[in-house]
């Protein structure tokens, strides 16, 4: 076990305790882990895991008990945990530290490697945007005018596709692209689409124009389930982009099947005329 700096001790007298977001956030920058690679080693999503450090949600004890491993948290600390969160001490079980960290951080990056020559979006299981390649950066920086993927919060793909001011003014085919966006997202959220996270981006977005019906609908419009055409405006003219969407992972590997990839793939639009 590595030496660590008990996050509970040392405080003066009449200190207000610490919250449980207070704990999981100093534990988290004991381990040196972002909460991208902390939520990817959990499972869950990256907002989540913010919802949590805020306040805004409280975790299940199952949730709680996989931070508290992943974070290689003493057991002795363990306790203090559970009491903020509100459930009652455990006995001493020894659990052992986690031996794949990282794991899931190295398989999208090795996709992303084998990927270079086209721009790729790494989302989460609620379709947060949580890594890019080169090329998707420099895609985004073409179309907005700025590097939209590099800043300080994740945008989710919903946010992205319905909101006034991002991509929704430079997609010429802005209707069928809302259409398969909002049929992918409600197939593949599955289960969290009841996180309160993710319930926080349908709040957001419930009042973006054309979204609401759309997401009503069982099925949204007759867009191809294999792929998904993005006809952007650029400041040089149109450009066609087929996205693939990809899953990873395999029935006993919960984490990687919560990944999903969009590769843009460039077509001559024409040569299909």
């Known amino acids: 076990m590595n030496e660590r700096t008990s996050v509970g001790t040392g405080e003066p007298k009449g200190h207000m305790p610490d919250t449980l977001g207070d704990l999981l956030r100093r534990w988290r920058h004991a381990a040196g882990l972002s909460q991208l690679d902390l939520a990817l080693d959990l499972g869950t999503s990256t907002r989540h895991l913010s919802f949590l450090e805020s306040g805004r949600a409280r975790p299940s004890e199952a949730m709680l008990h996989a931070i508290a491993v992943g974070l290689d948290i003493p057991q002795s600390e363990r306790n203090t945990l559970r009491l903020a969160a509100g459930f009652k001490p455990l ?150 982009y087929d996205t693939i969407l990809m899953s990873l992972g395999a029935p006993y590997e919960a984490i990687l099947s919560g990944i999903r990839f969009d590769t843009f793939h460039a077509v001559d639009l024409e040569t299909e005329l």
Request: charged share 30%.
């Open 91 to 240: 006995p001493d079980t020894g659990a052992p530290r986690p031996e794949k960290r990282g794991q899931v951080r190295r398989v999208i990056e090795q996709v992303k490697a084998a990927h270079a020559s086209v721009p790729l979006l790494v989302k989460d299981q609620i379709w947060d945007i949580i890594d890019a390649n080169a090329l998707a950066h420099d895609m985004f920086i073409d179309l907005l005018g700025r590097d939209l993927l590099a800043e300080s919060s994740y945008i989710n793909v919903l946010e992205l596709v319905f909101a006034p001011d991002l991509l929704r003014p430079k997609l010429a085919n802005w209707e069928e692209v809302a259409d398969a966006i909002v049929r992918h997202v409600r197939h593949e959220t599955g289960m969290a689409a009841e996180a309160p996270a993710f319930r926080e981006v349908l709040e957001r977005v419930s009042s973006m124009p054309g979204f609401a019906e759309r997401w009503a609908r069982l099925d949204s419009g007759g867009s191809d389930w294999l792929s998904t055409r993005y006809i952007f405006k650029f400041p040089d003219g149109r450009h066609a």
